[in-house]
């Protein structure tokens, strides 16, 4: 994880350290803070760069994302790497976010909910685990599945407890196994289609 310098402009504790909340951040871009360039995320009110994508990541997220599409079809949109509000102080910028509703309810705002949010983790694995499993408990996501490259499995974490910031279930799903979304009933996706080919 790599946090940004914070700028002078953002609110500070007494500590001295910074924390901005989700408007400031939204409005950084407007301000000339932010480019569209600029691959960050808000952790807990801290600016963090998002990791460069490999190519492996990059095709993992398009199988995954297209997987789900299909899945889900019409009951509900399926976001790609687009901002998520979990909180005042978390802006996370999930890898596939299924969401609610119509693409037209986000024309002017970012979603504040998920049904299920899927990170595709390599390099990042640490911090998917840990940091944003803490976040998207404590934004009530129901279902969050974090996609193992590493170990070649789907690390699967429901029922969020948002006062303990933590979720009551994880189990690990492996090749063969097929995951279904408990938000909406039916619709399912075999955990092969979420990771690499075999040889890749």
Aim: net charge negative; glycine share 8%.
């Amino acid at each position: 994880m790599h946090c940004l310098a914070p700028w002078a402009a953002v609110p500070r504790h007494s500590d001295g350290t910074a924390r901005n909340d989700a408007p400031a951040h939204g409005a950084l871009p407007a301000e000339g803070v932010l480019t569209a360039a600029d691959r960050v995320e808000l952790f807990e009110g801290l600016i963090v760069a998002m990791a460069p994508e490999s190519p492996r990541h990059a095709a993992g997220l398009q199988q995954a994302s297209e997987a789900l599409s299909r899945a889900v079809g019409p009951r509900a949109v399926v976001r790609v790497q687009r901002p998520l509000v979990a909180g005042r102080y978390s802006v996370p910028v999930p890898d596939v976010a299924v969401v609610p509703g119509l693409r037209s309810d986000y024309v002017d705002t970012h979603p504040t909910t998920a049904l299920l949010v899927i990170e595709i983790a390599d390099s990042t694995i640490v911090q998917d685990r840990i940091t944003k499993a803490v976040i998207y408990a404590a934004a009530g996501v129901p279902e969050y599945w974090l996609v193992n490259f590493r170990d070649d499995r789907a690390e699967v974490f429901r029922g969020p407890d948002r006062s303990t910031r933590s979720y009551a279930e994880n189990f690990i799903a492996g090749r063969g196994s097929r995951l279904e979304l408990r938000t909406l009933p039916g619709v399912g996706i075999a955990v092969d289609d979420l990771l690499p080919s075999r040889g890749e």
